[in-house]
């Protein structure tokens, strides 16, 4: 166990952040000055317009674009694109979900969907914001269930079109960011007929709205309304009345429909088909996790700095009150949040690269590690919104008052993101993804559940699936096999006893459902739906378990990494902090299965006590490490509160 020196650069630890992409950070950190930051108190179309106009002046070389081909304006760098996002959400998250929609979900589906032929036509023009579009794959009756949607596209050799079609209300796509004012086309998912036969969910290019901004023929468009946040964005709805499409418009990488109606796909199962060009959208669901975090950095950094020059309460004998970062409480509130937001930092750093890695070159994408990717990408984007939300919220009630007035930032980021839990991916439904991958062994289709009667199946694919680790495999297993058999032996700040619990923990869960749903296969095996129901919350819970598991290796990853020993010896207390504290959280479980005698467990309360006191001295390095300029903080609280203490201080002098 390190020592922490008592003072450390914050320069020094930023750089350890930045990461890879640091140039990009930088590169955002010097060109989007105040013009691009939220505007307290504007109404839903002010703010429309000022987003629609700031996109126009955002960054492209290193900016949301890069994920394109360097012929088409980007530079084939997905996470370059990603780590953009991420700091459009440090500045304005409508800014970002703007930017987001336009270059990430419609340009990123024409990138990864269409062929040659859609790119060398549209892609300059996305890239540059020439032409602006926008993403309508959900329905008002269909969100998280993508299969079941029910608009129809339907092909007619006689004419060569698509007949695009939204058969009832249901149908119609809703909160369709670009939609209501801006998008000129549309990337649309619907049900591909032709000949009679359905072949599942695809997506064309459709044109919407004409050169004067008018619908054009077939379509409608309406406004999604009043939202709770995200104000610039201009959420739609869109219904097709038999518009018709032409053949070429039909994103075909994956799919093809001849002239005379003739389907062909070298994906023969739909299912499998469907989620292979699902998988390669996943570049969304990583930047929403990423933008998440990167609002609650915000977020704890008001909430931290103001900590260090607001006082309450005095103490016996002293003449000036408390900080309140020099309480306990305050303490508990603020470090064991900002040690996660750490953890889900290198965690993300760590999926980035996969992304990268896997879905950064020309060549064919492996697809054993794509569905890890997907699985992880999912359970990553659960863990970093829900974690936003919390931790925001936290950090409003950590400023008091002050802390509900919009010029001190909190509310907006607290309402701008609290859509980022259900939209790309709502998270409950993203955890049972998790959960399945570690079920099925990424097996390509759910089935029937069969296959939950036989053990030895079930055992070898749990198994191998669950201790894959895509950064330093061998480092988290030497930690945890250099750990002694009687656990009371082991201070609780071992990191191999922390990552041997987190595994177990997951085992454990994980064997346990095995042998519910094995149960349940024999006892209900004409009922599949019931099987899986009944024990929804307990592969919940293992997933929840799996994604813990990951993010504190990632952070252990990233420590060891980590070149600088000032730093290291920082962050691997950040860590500690970071384990302990979800060991404390989960405490109840360990002590149900005997992880933990009751005397440690009291143990680990009083560790992270003691942790959090050697922290208090850096949190001001810890929330400046994230290299969030002062201007992006826009609070006022940071610019007042000082000038008010010094008054209150000289007050408090004269009447002594």
């Not at 991420?86 to 409508?94: G, I, P």
């Not at 297993?477 to 922390?498: F, H, I, K, N, Y």
């Not at 902090?577 to 009291?602: C, D, M, N, Q």
Request: with cysteine; glycine share 10%; net charge negative.
């Amino acid at each position: 166990m390190s020592n922490v020196p008592g003072s450390i650069d914050p320069a020094r630890l930023q750089e350890v952040l930045d990461g890879p992409w640091a140039e990009v950070r930088d590169a955002h950190r010097s060109k989007l000055d105040a013009r691009f930051l939220p505007v307290y108190g504007e109404t839903g179309d002010q703010a429309r317009e000022r987003i629609t106009r700031l996109l126009a002046e955002l960054p492209t070389e290193q900016g949301m674009p890069s994920a394109y081909p360097s012929e088409y304006g980007g530079r084939s760098d997905v996470g370059a694109s990603i780590v953009a996002s991420e700091m459009l959400a440090q500045v304005d998250l409508s800014l970002m979900v703007k930017a987001g929609v336009q270059w990430g979900l419609f340009g990123g589906a024409v990138v990864a969907l269409g062929t040659r032929r859609h790119h060398d036509a549209y892609l300059r023009d996305i890239a540059s914001g020439a032409l602006l579009g926008c993403f309508a794959m959900t329905e008002t009756g269909h969100g998280s269930d993508v299969q079941q949607l029910r608009t129809t596209c339907t092909y007619d050799p006689a004419t060569q079109t698509f007949d695009l079609h939204t058969p009832h209300e249901a149908a119609r796509k809703d909160y369709i960011g670009n939609a209501a004012r801006d998008g000129r086309m549309a990337v649309v998912f619907a049900q591909l007929v032709t000949n009679g036969e359905r072949h599942g969910v695809h997506a064309w290019l459709v044109p919407i709205r004409d050169e004067q901004g008018n619908p054009l023929p077939g379509v409608t468009i309406g406004d999604a309304g009043p939202k709770g946040g995200l104000l610039g964005v201009d959420n739609g709805r869109l219904s097709f009345d038999h518009v018709r499409v032409p053949r070429d418009m039909l994103l075909d990488r994956y799919a093809q429909v001849a002239e005379d109606g003739t389907y062909s796909s070298l994906i023969e199962n739909d299912s499998r088909r469907f989620f292979t060009m699902l998988g390669t959208l996943v570049r969304g669901r990583v930047s929403v996790g990423g933008a998440a975090s990167a609002a609650t950095k915000v977020a704890l950094t008001i909430a931290v700095r103001y900590g260090d020059i607001r006082r309450q309460f005095g103490t016996p004998g002293d003449d000036r009150e408390v900080l309140l970062n020099d309480y306990l409480a305050h303490q508990r509130k603020l470090l064991p949040a900002l040690a996660t937001t750490y953890a889900l930092h290198f965690a993300q750093t760590e999926l980035i690269a996969a992304v990268s890695d896997v879905q950064g070159g020309d060549g064919p994408v492996d697809e054993h590690r794509q569905r890890e990717l997907e699985s992880r990408a999912a359970g990553l984007k659960a863990a970093q919104t829900w974690h936003a939300t919390r931790t925001i919220q936290m950090c409003r009630e950590a400023c008091g008052g002050a802390g509900y007035l919009s010029e001190n930032r909190l509310p907006g980021l607290k309402a701008d993101t609290d859509v980022f839990t259900t939209f790309e991916g709502d998270n409950t439904v993203l955890l049972q993804l998790v959960a399945k991958g570690l079920l099925t062994g990424y097996r390509d289709e759910f089935g029937s559940l069969d296959g939950w009667g036989r053990a030895s199946f079930v055992a070898e694919q749990v198994r191998e699936m669950m201790l894959e680790r895509t950064a330093a495999r061998g480092l988290i297993e030497r930690l945890v096999g250099s750990v002694p058999g009687r656990d009371e032996e082991v201070a609780v700040t071992d990191r191999g006893w922390q990552l041997k619990l987190f595994e177990d923990r997951e085992k454990h869960l994980l064997d346990g459902a095995v042998r519910r749903l094995r149960g349940g296969a024999s006892a209900k095996k004409d009922h599949p739906f019931d099987i899986f129901n009944d024990v929804q919350d307990h592969v919940l819970a293992v997933a929840a378990a799996h994604v813990d598991r990951v993010t504190l290796e990632a952070f252990v990853a990233g420590i060891d990494a980590t070149a600088d020993p000032a730093v290291r010896a920082l962050l691997s207390r950040v860590c500690d902090l970071y384990a302990l504290t979800v060991i404390e959280a989960e405490r109840g479980w360990f002590l149900e299965h005997a992880r933990l005698t009751p005397a440690r467990s009291k143990a680990i309360t009083a560790v992270v006590n003691g942790l959090l006191k050697e922290l208090r001295p850096h949190m001001r390095t810890l929330v400046d490490g994230f290299g969030i300029p002062d201007p992006w903080l826009h609070s006022a609280i940071l610019r007042e509160e000082p000038a008010r203490q010094e008054a209150m201080a000289a007050h408090d002098g004269t009447e002594s």
